[in-house]
């Protein structure tokens, strides 16, 4: 099991920004993809982004490229969303997930382990 825990989500006015964070307690996860996803409600969970080991490659969903950034800092465990210009449509809970492989991952099912999700609610 790798435990995964997110924080950093709340309430924000549209343009604004928040920074998610995702950590581990107990297991590196510097052997693992890690990627985000989120869901709205009455929607289905959508991939959002995701980050190779050592960080030196990541991939995004056409929705948020060039307004999210995900970095991981493996010496703390800890992987993060930076989100920038933040819309109504961004307004969901955002999960981070494990992915116990090399490649990136785009789906749920390629992933391995799952926090409990954060709420993100961006206002008009």
């Known amino acids: 099991q790798v435990p995964l825990v997110e924080s950093g989500g709340g309430l924000v006015q549209a343009g604004g920004s928040l920074r998610l964070s995702c950590a581990a307690s107990?297991?590196?996860?510097?052997?693992?993809?890690m990627g985000w996803f989120r869901q709205a409600p009455g929607k289905e969970r959508e991939f959002v982004a995701a980050i190779s080991w050592t960080g030196g490659s990541s991939t995004y969903a056409d929705s948020v490229k060039g307004r999210f950034t995900i970095s991981r800092d493996n010496a703390k465990n800890t992987v993060y969303l930076l989100m920038n210009s933040l819309k109504p449509d961004d307004t969901a809970v955002y999960y981070c997930?494990?992915?116990?492989?090399?490649?990136?991952?785009?789906?749920?099912?390629?992933?391995?382990?799952w926090g409990q999700g954060t709420q993100v609610t961006v206002s008009s």
């Open positions: 997930a494990a992915r116990r492989a090399y490649t990136l991952g785009y789906s749920g099912p390629d992933y391995n382990y």
């Open positions: 107990g297991r590196t996860l510097s052997t693992y993809v």
